[in-house]
């Protein structure tokens, strides 16, 4: 077996035999003692393990931060969607940071690939909805799986006519079944964005066969007004932006759906199943039995 020159640890030579030129060669890992001392040596310090408890450093008394603990027994709370306006510098930096934790698992990748696939007909039919709804809830599925404390926040931009700018700088590389992509936007370029009225129209419509269409059509603006990967449905879903806009729409459904009980999508047989996952159209109608509200 060849002998790795940077493992002086492993050097036989050394340990048994006599250095080369009466003294020993430089570490090849510490080689100047002005920076490593000791360690420039060829045969390092003894190591010492630090006794357990001292392993991790901690706050200072006054800044400690105790860690949220989340009901995981029986009594699951709704999980709370807010405006991301509404969101402290805390609440942000969670979200992103478990986007990104997703994202280094290879977890956010394969949910991104499944909007890819047309085979699931979610787009320009009664399914764009409710199909929408719980893929957003496997979203926030995972995203918790991260950090418990996380729901999505919703992006009111008819109301604001404004990209969030805590997301500006967060363009993420996502792998997905064609390779790495990176998140691009072009913010304004191609498409102006749905305003209030735009809103109000179409939430004036009093059937589900008018007001889907309407609302997935205030949407598709929206996609292209964002761009770059926003504007194509294989990559949009790798922008976070893309999370916030559909739980918006989603928001926006439910709150049409309070002003019009009983108007469902008309949806039978295997179009009823939100594939590839297990609900069922019928199971999609009520969203704190989903387990999440909007605020
Ligand atoms: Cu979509």
Not at 251 to 271: D, F, K, S, Y
Request: charge should be negative; aromatic fraction near 10%; proline fraction near 9%.
């Amino acid at each position: 077996m060849a002998k790795n020159k940077y493992e002086p640890h492993c050097d036989h030579d050394y340990e048994h035999g006599k250095p080369p030129h009466g003294h020993p060669p430089e570490n090849q890992r510490y080689p100047d003692p002005r920076i490593y001392g000791d360690y420039a040596s060829k045969k390092p310090p003894r190591y010492v393990p630090h006794s357990f408890e001292h392993t991790c450093f901690k706050p200072r008394k006054e800044d400690y931060k105790p860690p949220v603990s989340c009901d995981d027994e029986g009594t699951e709370e709704l999980c709370t969607r807010r405006d991301h306006r509404a969101l402290t510098a805390d609440q942000q930096n969670r979200f992103l940071n478990a986007f990104s934790q997703i994202n280094a698992m290879n977890a956010l990748g394969p949910l991104v690939d499944i909007h890819a696939n047309a085979i699931h007909q979610m787009h320009s039919n009664p399914r764009f909805l409710p199909w929408h709804r719980i893929y957003l809830l496997r979203m926030e599925e995972l995203l918790q799986m991260v950090d418990c404390t996380v729901c999505i926040p919703y992006w009111k931009s008819s109301e604001e006519q404004a990209f969030p700018s805590w997301l500006l700088g967060f363009t993420p590389t996502v792998t997905l079944i064609g390779g790495p992509h990176t998140v691009t936007r072009n913010i304004g370029a191609f498409a102006m964005l749905p305003n209030t009225t735009d809103l109000a129209a179409a939430m004036g419509n009093g059937t589900f066969n008018t007001f889907g269409p309407a609302v997935e059509g205030i949407h598709n603006s929206g996609h292209v007004w964002v761009g770059g990967s926003m504007g194509s449905i294989p990559t949009a879903p790798a922008d976070p932006v893309f999370w916030m806009h559909h739980a918006e729409i989603d928001r926006i459904w439910a709150e049409w759906q309070a002003l019009n009980p009983g108007q469902n999508p008309n949806l039978t047989g295997v179009a009823a199943t939100m594939d590839p996952w297990s609900e069922n159209e019928v199971n999609t109608r009520d969203i704190t039995t989903l387990g999440y509200i909007y605020v």
